[in-house]
């Protein structure tokens, strides 16, 4: 469970400006900073990533799994890595710990104050957001297209999408990867998930309980979607 193993893949997007042909991305997702997952073997992962030497690096939510302190002692793990295009952050269900669907306001103050530790420490938070990478000599711009978690009732696609060039090379950023086919509507072109931990838990009892209408296929590795292209990290 606690070997990491390094997928590279190519990404092709169309109309992507020659300029970034070779651009690297290093995704990694569901760290869990928490007292089950520990420091060190953290900061071995971390610096595993900055040996290969990333243009981006994009974090595709469940930073922890724990209380505020981790907030910060993950936002100061995550300052360690090195990106010429910086190091994105999406959210996940455990950013906002078990309170996310609760309506007393405690899912989101956990949520913003990870989103505030983050960005203390210069990395880039997107929530709902959309954010342009155009390296020097570049004619046009690529697009990061960040979702906030669906479990907690915080993805919100059209805000995300709003204004969105749909002829530039789109790449969604969005942590579960159940609802994928209900996001053909925006126009993106690679999706980069996680979530799943490589495991299906809608072919057991439990997960048919938990999900018994929800699309649950996509667990690990590549998937052609429509046309389009959906990563689900491990």
């Known amino acids: 469970r606690r070997w990491v193993d390094i997928h590279r893949r190519p990404m092709p997007l169309k109309n992507l400006d020659p300029s970034m042909a070779g651009m690297k991305i290093v995704q990694i997702s569901d760290l869990h900073y928490s007292p089950v997952v520990w420091q060190r073997y953290l900061i071995q992962y971390l610096r595993w990533v900055n040996e290969l ?3 981006l690096v994009v974090i595709t939510g469940d930073l922890i799994t724990g209380g505020y302190r981790f907030a910060d ?19 996940g269900n455990h950013d906002y710990s078990i309170y996310g669907k609760r309506v007393n306001g405690e899912g989101q103050r956990r949520a913003k ?16 957001k959309a954010m342009s990478v155009k390296p020097a000599g570049a004619a046009k711009p690529l697009l990061i297209v960040g979702l906030d978690d669906e479990w ?15 002829n530039l090379p789109i790449i969604c950023l969005n942590h ?8 053909m509507d925006f126009p993106w072109q690679w999706m980069l998930s996680g979530h799943t931990h490589g495991r299906q838990v809608a072919t057991s009892k439990f997960g048919q309980a938990l999900y018994p209408h929800r699309f649950r296929k996509y667990t690990h590795g ?4 429509n046309g389009r292209h959906l990563y689900v990290n491990r």
């Open 73 to 91: 002692r993950v936002a100061a793990l995550l300052s360690h890595l090195k990106a010429r295009d910086g190091v994105v952050c999406t959210f």
């Open 152 to 166: 907690s009732g915080n993805i919100d696609p059209k805000k995300a999408f709003a204004g969105v060039d749909p």
């Open 222 to 225: 590549y998937y052609s979607v």
């Open 113 to 128: 104050f990870l989103e505030t530790s983050l960005k203390k420490r210069g990395l880039i938070v997107l929530r709902n």
């Open 53 to 55: 030497k990333p243009h």
């Open 176 to 183: 579960n990867p159940a609802n994928c086919r209900e996001l």
